[in-house]
């Protein structure tokens, strides 16, 4: 039997409806209309429809939209002055640096990221909210994880009791997802390029999670028949072919539910994203 393909478009919709919902309750209670500010330095094509994007759906939804466009040979002390002025901006609630930043100043990435007001910081990176997550008092959650979460509880997949395994370590995805889950109640492994036995590992996982960045990692073998499967890779194979880390066609005909790419769970970062601008600008009312 072939899995229920998990379509993004769909549970994208449900999020973004429920931030405009939201965008609207702000202006009319509090005066305020959530604003964003997204940064990007230098002219990295992937970066710039990323930030299109963002724009684009910050316009849909009421909230306010700044692209700083700043040149690939802006200097770090440029960089960390443009982010203490829109930490002082009252209009911006949140404020996000589109990444890579260029070869010359990504060496300073941690010190940049760190210097965003930790009440602004809508990707959930700076150690604070890093720290409110381990801890379980999660504040700004990083919008990928936060979107795997939200599309299981959208699909009406259980996650309490579960086993989890996640594939890949990163601070983007896979650690801040052990905690999301891991707070749900699910038992997480986490996986990575040194694990042993990585396709009985992988089996274990009622969840599976895919964020390696290596197409194609997850085969077939690797599915635990009946399987909730979320891809969060998105790999360019060629100029006009993305995949994510799971072979769709033979994960399909284990898996329970499945998410495609592109189309899949990466459609609710941004959605995720919106949300962040609005609990971002409640969290600045309370402050
Ligand atoms: N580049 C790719 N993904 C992301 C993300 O989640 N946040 C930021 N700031 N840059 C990215």
């Known amino acids: 039997m072939s899995a229920r393909i998990l379509q993004g478009k769909e549970f994208a919709a449900k999020i973004k409806e429920s931030a405009r919902t939201e965008v609207e309750e702000l202006k009319k209670n509090f005066g305020v209309t959530p604003g964003l500010a997204v940064i990007i330095v230098g002219e990295n094509p992937a970066s710039q429809v990323y930030v299109r994007n963002k724009h684009k759906t910050c316009e849909e939804l009421g909230i306010i939209s700044e692209v700083v466009a700043m040149p690939e040979t802006t200097t770090k002390d440029e960089l960390l002055a443009r982010i203490d002025a829109l930490n002082a901006d009252k209009n911006i609630h949140g404020i996000l640096v589109q990444l890579p930043l260029p070869d010359a100043i990504k060496a300073h990435s941690e010190e940049i990221l760190n210097r965003i007001n930790p009440l ?168």
């Open 120 to 287: 602004k910081d809508v990707d959930g990176f700076h150690p604070e909210n890093v720290g409110k997550l381990v801890i379980g008092s999660p504040a700004l959650v990083p919008c990928t994880p936060a979107g795997c979460i939200e599309m299981l509880d959208l699909a009406g997949i259980e996650i309490d009791g579960k086993r989890a395994v996640i594939i890949g370590r990163s601070n983007i995805v896979g650690k801040p997802l052990l905690h999301l889950l891991m707070a749900r109640h699910a038992t997480v492994t986490v996986c990575h390029t040194h694990t042993k036995n990585l396709a009985e590992v992988a089996r274990e996982g009622e969840i599976l999670v895919a964020a390696s960045g290596k197409p194609n990692l997850v085969t077939g073998d690797m599915i635990r028949p009946g399987a909730t499967v979320i891809d969060v890779g998105i790999n360019r194979i060629a100029p006009k072919k993305l995949v994510g880390d799971v072979d769709f066609e033979a994960a399909k005909e284990i898996a329970g539910a499945i998410t495609p790419v592109p189309g899949g769970v990466g459609l609710l970062t941004v959605a995720m994203l919106m949300k962040n601008v609005v609990k971002a600008a409640r969290l600045q009312l309370e402050a």
